[in-house]
């Protein structure tokens, strides 16, 4: 497994919620859900992006957008039109706070308000309610914005754009996996498209693995995370001296080479703890830990808390069945 393999495996959508909205100038949405990333692509017509103390992003047709929480931010026509409503925790919509969820819906996945004659802006929203349906690697590397513009280069993305577009109003059996897929396929070309751009910002990890010796390391890592590697049983794979290859891995990758396998040991885990099926001693085993207790230390150690209210923490994620915004945001003006 390259370590891009191992980034873009995260994103995994379920019951992802994508709505329709259909908003007729001055219009605004506010979007305070604390939903940890967010996708806006517009389609027809433009949007304006206001993160919260950031500066406001214009979107044009065909522009993709990430935006990773849970900072709250702004959707509108312009980016000083006022907030008319709010996207608030649990996806409920209110106006001069009262709840318009219900009261502007307008079909199958479809909200918002179009006066009859004029123009009128529609969008595509939805938005990963829960850490663990993306990855926290992946979370901890991404900007607060995100935006892969349209044109050349980008013809995956524009199709599955042009596919969710389709699928979004279809209710027929099994729609909500055929969303929950185009939704994680436009994600993770969009991130494709990010870390392919010279000096794009990608993080150094990825960077380093078109290096002749960090690369292969990197790859010996992600493709046997259990075996119990050394750094001296890295070096000798690779043919450098055990000194060398600390010196160039921690320069390139920013961290020493056993500091990086431990973060993708927890990583991995964090995932496979999300099936209740798995114990946590059989997860150790899977990541490269030698018990149980030793897995329980280090997860409580790094990230604060142990494996078993990891996994009830993600149990007790919300479903994406709110009303308007839930599983993830995808903002399409067309």
């Known amino acids: 497994m390259d370590t891009l393999t191992g980034l873009l495996d995260g994103p995994k959508a379920r019951g992802a919620f994508l709505l329709r909205s259909i908003l007729t100038p001055?219009?605004?949405l506010r979007i305070e859900d604390g939903a940890p990333l967010s996708v806006l692509t517009t389609v027809r017509g433009e949007a304006w992006i206001?993160?919260?103390g950031g500066t406001p992003v214009l979107l044009s047709p065909?522009?993709?957008a990430i935006v990773r929480g849970p900072e709250p931010y702004t959707v509108a026509d312009t980016p000083h039109s006022p907030v008319q409503v709010v996207i608030?925790?649990?996806q409920i919509c209110t106006r001069d706070g009262a709840d318009v969820s219900r009261s502007m819906a307008l079909g199958v996945r479809t909200w918002g308000e179009a006066r009859?004659?004029?123009?009128?802006t529609v969008m595509l929203s939805g938005t990963y309610q829960a850490e663990h349906e993306i990855g926290r690697r992946l979370l901890d590397h991404l900007p607060t914005l995100l935006v892969r513009p349209a044109g050349d280069g980008t013809a995956t993305e524009d199709t599955l754009v042009r596919l969710l577009t389709?699928?979004?109003?279809?209710?027929d059996p099994g729609q909500e996996?055929?969303?929950?897929r185009l939704l994680d396929l436009l994600v993770v070309g969009v991130l494709r498209s990010w870390l392919a751009v010279p000096d794009g910002g990608a993080p150094a990890w990825y960077r380093a693995q078109h290096d002749e010796v960090v690369g292969p390391v990197l790859r010996l890592m992600h493709d046997d995370p259990a075996r119990p590697w050394t750094v001296a049983g890295l070096a000798a794979r690779v043919g450098v001296s055990r000194a060398g290859l600390a010196r160039r891995f921690t320069s390139l990758v920013g961290e020493p080479p056993m500091a990086y396998l431990a973060a993708w040991r927890l990583a991995l885990a964090a995932d496979l703890l999300r099936h209740p099926?798995?114990?946590v001693a059989w997860v150790a085993h899977q990541v490269g830990y030698s018990n149980a207790f030793a897995l329980s230390a280090a997860f409580k150690r790094v990230r604060g808390i142990t494996p078993q209210e990891h996994r009830w923490l993600a149990a007790e994620a919300p479903a994406a069945t709110g009303p308007v915004h839930a599983a993830t945001t995808v903002v399409l003006a067309g």
């Open 26 to 28: 001055p219009w605004s």
């Open 50 to 52: 206001v993160p919260e």
């Open 116 to 120: 009859p004659g004029e123009q009128h």
């Open 88 to 90: 608030g925790p649990g």
């Open 277 to 279: 099926e798995h114990t």
């Open 62 to 64: 065909g522009d993709v």
């Open 177 to 180: 996996v055929v969303l929950d």
């Open 166 to 171: 389709t699928e979004l109003t279809r209710d």
